[in-house]
């Protein structure tokens, strides 16, 4: 599909005015006069009975409005739960977590306690003149010893650690594995760490009590979600709270939960009649704010002499955290993207939710679907190795092809819907990789090191990515009798750009000027239902919907203009502000003078035929996902002294159909590329076996920086998708998927003289030289 | 604990005279106090770089740095970079040219860090700004857009053709 006068070219974003200059609106620079602020009370342990709380002395510190337990706010709240978990057969524990924690802590951060005061700094202080009594309980710091038969409970009442269980399953698996004598098994520990977003989570309420209406801004990527659940915990009106979604200085998945803390500051704020903020530091964050975690998987993989897949079997334990705070999306996702960039004839994998003493586990941006990536890939380099074949073509012997498109698979969403692989050329965006980082050439390359005394290697990882969840997203757009046009979407802004996309979308039908579209994200008074950001999906769902809507504007711009010119609507085009005649560009009419005449006057016919109101709104419905897929190849050299991994080249070449913003898509690639480079060497959160975390600081827990960033070469192609009228697929998650996977096989390979075997991430210089060295030299 | 002190200071080259806590750092000092907001904060421990600010053309994490210790000094934030006329500096200008922001969180402090290290290294190589910048974490990036924002701004400042 070709560029159009906006869409598909790399225009101005619409967000940068006011970033640049430092006058972006983020939660944290909300504040309304007379705003109080709140601190937490965190729990220091990771499982302990709470025997007594006494805030008599923090409640009389000067300064300290209020300092609230569960028992305080207990008859506001219809519900001390969160009940917030998505469907699914496959729970065996409700694990719904409380608003603040009154007898019992299950992690460490979980917040028991609220100090309401007239600074930061004071309610801090109040809170260390908290009293509390706990009653130390064993902890459950890891997942597999979690479901061990004598395994203590992570929550004293429950039977058991499991939280959830079910099997994906198709073909006739036993049989395959039976038939076949190329089996290889594999036992992978992945890890993946937090999200963060630079800016951290945090919430402002504010209560008019002139008209008893809330309004609420919250760093959340679901406003419409929250508004649901503040209403019901607080048995309010709907049309009494409004719930924004101000700048976001990130998302990446967990600002997508509801959290305790966006109910409790709503709640301070009616009952204190003050307006009040919480926002959380970088510590609490590592503590509080939902993450990603541990998966053992134990995974085998059946194939013919050819190196054909026949099959793959297994099971994953998943760590799930303390609570459930979204569902089993996570392993789920991760198991769902296992097999999807090849043809896999048989499938079975069992996947176990292991409740731990940590916090809960809800989507990290590609959620679950590297690790699902991973899994596959490492099985597919061990085959490639004991088969005696090159690992690129043992990959495209079993790629999905051009020719299979729509490829169903027997797979099924979470919801149910078919798995159908919509469009797509998988072994010719593998095969761009591998030219571009020359992947022919390497082994002369790696001989020629390796006599040099350089120990370098290459990997190479493909995905596919279901993008676009459903079922839809809300979009209006609206010409003002200004002229002005405004849109409004559920959808929630994180830094992707989205007002960017949306305004480009629409203007692209109505007159090309960015400069006139006003575009409102996130916030619930301006779109009356919206799902919000997740699932890369943002683009797909609204994109839709405003191209759809734009187009039913422009129609009745056209048809008004039409009557008010005496020209026929296919005469006219839309320029800037104004309708003219082709042709005769003095022959004009404004989109202010049409949007006036569309409003209609006492008496009058509406010109146009097409009703009052110069405006649509749309919910386009997509059911089924697009699937985008993708390439990573990396090269590395590894140090043999110190474990350290330099990645000397890394090439990404992917397809997510058209791109809208070609250097916005290099954007979101370059950043889930970062993220998975850390995911791979870098980041791990980190727990002791009493599952105290022990890496709450950025400097323990170690984030990409510029420096560690390779050379990076991104490599296109535009498989549009059917299933939406912009042919676009979604390109928020896609970087991080297959780096890890790449990364890993390339440091295997690197190390191969050495006989290594990758089986983990992330892979710190302690687990190389584990792996150059497995036998410390004096231990023995 | 709650303290105060008077203190005056000059910042975005105007004179500012405010009460602040003695234990208040300078970050929330100009955010809560003074209202400039454009200053970040991201970690409170010195790491991510958000909040770094300009202390005597200095950059400083305004985290690490108490209020009272800026008294009788000249603070530049993200908001005095620009030109009175709204002008972008020569730095803001290329990473909106070259996409160097994302969600903008992390940029107030990149620019500021930028701002020392290009008056001091008018011509720098590639290497040179990822090392100025290895002390500020962006999430959404991945570097490369603000590395060439910062190379493209280099040369506008040297007056060469970009």
Redesign the interface.
Known sequence: MNAGRLVGRDV??V??AA????????V??I?PAGLVHVAFLRSPHAHARILRIDVAVARALP?VHAVLLLDDLRPHLTDTRLVVALPSPSYRLDLHRPVLAETEVVHVGEALAVVIAE?R??AE?ALALIEVEYEPLPAVADCDNALAPDAPPAHSWASSNLAAEMTVAYGDVEAVFAATPHRFAETLHIHRGG??????RGVVALHDVVEDRLTVWSSTQTPHTAKRLICDLLGMDETRLRVVTP????G?GPKLIFYPEEVVVALAARLLGRPVKWIE???EHFVSTTQERDQTWRVELATDAEGHILGVRGDLVHDHGAWTARGVNVPQGAVAAMPLAYVVPAFRMTIRAAVTNKVPVTPVRGAGQPQGVFAMERLLDRAARELGLDRAEIRRRNLVSAEHMPYATPLKTRGGIPVTLDSGDYPRCQQMALDEIGWAGFAERQRVALAEGRYIGIGVANYVEGTGRGPFEHVSVRVEPSGRIMVATGAAA????TRTMLAQIVAEQLGANMANVEVITGDTAAAPIGIGGSNSRQAVLAGSSAHVAALKVREKVLAIAGEMLEVAMGDLEIEDKVVRVKGAPGHSVTLASIARAAAGQPGFVIPGGRGPGLAASEEVVIDAMAYANGTAAAEVEVDIETGAVTITRLVFSHDCGRALHP??V??Q???????GIGNALYEHMRFDDQAQPIST???DYL?V???E?PP?RILHMHSPTPLNPLGIKGVGEA?VIPIPAAIAAAVEDALSPFDAHVCRVPLSPVDVIAMIDPVPEGSA | MSETRRITLIVNGEHREAETPVRQHLADFLRGTLGLTGTHVGCEHGVCGACTVLVDGHAVRACLMLAVQAAGHEVTTVEGLSLADGTLHPLQQAFCDHHGLQCGFCTPGMLTTLVEFLAEHPAPSEEEVRLAISGNICRCTGYDSIVAAALAAARALRGDAA
């Open positions: 101005a974003r967000e940068d970033l640049i200059r430092g006058r972006g609106r983020f944290d620079d504040a300064g600074s700094y004071l202080d999200s963060h977003s630079m800016e951290c700048d976001l200085g990130g990446f530091d970088r510590q994180m830094g992707q750009s250097r916005i290099d954007g690639l370059m950043g889930g590329i970062a993220h600081t950025l400097a984030l920086t510029a420096t960033m990076v970087g």
